[in-house]
């Protein structure tokens, strides 16, 4: 039943996603005392909701776009379920913004496997991945995915692997006029983001270590399962899931090092995970098991976010 409403792609999905979205962040913002009386509260929820809803149209477009998946809504259902396994995304504006200038990067470097116009491609998404580290600084490692991409697709020509560089000289050098003009504390913020921490003992309590376990187990079983069959995918897809295994697992790199742990850091994890559970899906032919992995998906995330308001 759940598979019949977004299996295919409608307006009416859509809409559905948008009103379960908005539904999830005002019932976490009414449930913040200090953000439901503050006077500044509309702003910030206004803004961070542009932010949000940018984010799920983005990810829908990106894999639209470049035919990553079939003609279903699962990948933004997928990645509104992950934002409800640690509801804190709501309000954390700087990832937000980080993970959303992160998908522009992830949409330009996907669109790679086309062959048109790569330079400007790669600058693009080179230009967005620095924003992204100017609001949280371990995003820069997202590079990374830069280059698999130039390796993958044009790697022949040597100027494609010196656009990165231009594009860091570029954002260093408005940012740091910008701050020098208006506020020197942005270069402190950004040099007090480059220290690490491994450590895991953020916890203030146990739901928070649930969401966590419940998130784990879902990831390896969907990111293993596209590992193991990512030669029975399209030839001319196979770079682009590449591309996908390998940004979730920068972006858990980034969730490891960073040194103000917590779960809304593995924000940067939900697009390419969401797109990896779509295609588990799309490719089984087992309604049933559809059924019951979405069932325990959804029950699950509603399950984390309630028990951490």
């Known amino acids: 039943m759940i598979t019949s409403v977004f299996k295919k792609s409608t307006i009416v999905n859509y809409i559905l996603i948008v009103v379960l979205l908005l539904i999830f962040f005002f019932i976490y913002q009414t449930s913040n005392l200090l953000t439901a009386t503050s006077a500044k509260a509309f702003p910030k929820a206004a803004a961070l909701l542009s932010v949000l809803l940018s984010s799920v149209f983005l990810v829908n477009f990106t894999v639209k776009k470049n035919n990553l998946t079939k003609n279903s809504s699962y990948t933004i259902l997928f990645f509104l379920l992950f934002l409800l396994i640690f509801p804190s995304v709501f309000s954390s504006t700087s990832l937000l913004f980080a993970n959303f200038f992160l998908l522009l990067a992830i949409r330009r470097l996907i669109s790679l496997q086309t062959s048109k116009s790569p330079k400007e491609k790669i600058f693009d998404a080179s230009i967005w991945i620095f924003i992204a580290s100017l609001f949280h600084f371990w995003c820069i490692l997202f ?10 697709h044009v790697s022949r020509d040597y100027r494609n692997w010196l656009l990165p560089f231009l594009a860091f000289f570029a954002t260093a050098i408005i940012f740091l006029v910008a701050a020098l ?3 020197q504390t942005w270069i402190r913020h950004i040099m007090d983001q480059t220290q690490t921490n491994f450590e895991l003992d953020y916890f203030t309590n146990n739901y928070q270590n649930i969401a966590l376990s419940f998130f784990v187990v879902i990831a390896l079983y ?7 069959s990512l030669t029975n995918k399209p030839l001319i897809l196979q770079a682009s ?29 939900f697009m390419p995970l969401s797109v990896m559970c779509t295609v588990n899906i799309e490719y089984s032919q087992r309604q049933m098991y559809q059924e019951i992995v979405l069932l325990l998906l959804i029950a699950g995330s509603c399950l984390c976010f309630f028990t951490q308001l």
């Open 181 to 183: 003009a208006f506020d």
């Open 241 to 269: 899931y590449k591309k996908m295994i390998l940004g979730f697992l920068i972006g858990v790199s980034i969730f490891l090092i960073s040194p103000e742990k917590n779960n809304t850091i593995l924000l940067f994890t």
């Open 222 to 228: 969907f990111v293993v399962s596209m590992i193991f």
């Open 143 to 152: 590079i990374l995915l830069v280059y698999i991409s130039i390796f993958f």
